[in-house]
């Protein structure tokens, strides 16, 4: 599916994107610049962002999970990209995710 469509990014290249960093370094904290960065892709709109997080905190998730990842580390990451989330998300004058 089409994330981005100012770029023609799919949800698939970023989660792609998101794997291949955190092969790199899985404690990283992955905003969407730098995934955009990694695929030489710049924002335009940028209305793309609020979906490109949500995939980002689940592709991060799934991740953690299928590594067995220490369950405190990962849970701080996940909290902090979710807290990332809602804040874009409310600056936006998106609604909240439901939990
Ligand atoms: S839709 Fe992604 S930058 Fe415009």
Known sequence: MIVCHCNYITDGDVAATVVEMLDQDPWQ???????YRALEKRGKCCS????????????????HERRRSEPDEAL????????MSDNYR??????????
């Open 29 to 35: 904290l992955i905003v969407p610049g730098k995934v």
């Open 48 to 63: 793309c962002f609020p979906n490109v997080v949500e995939i980002i905190v689940s592709t991060v998730e799934d991740y």
């Open 76 to 83: 701080r990451l996940v909290s902090r990209l979710r807290s």
């Open 90 to 99: 409310q600056s936006l004058g998106i609604p909240a995710r439901a939990s």
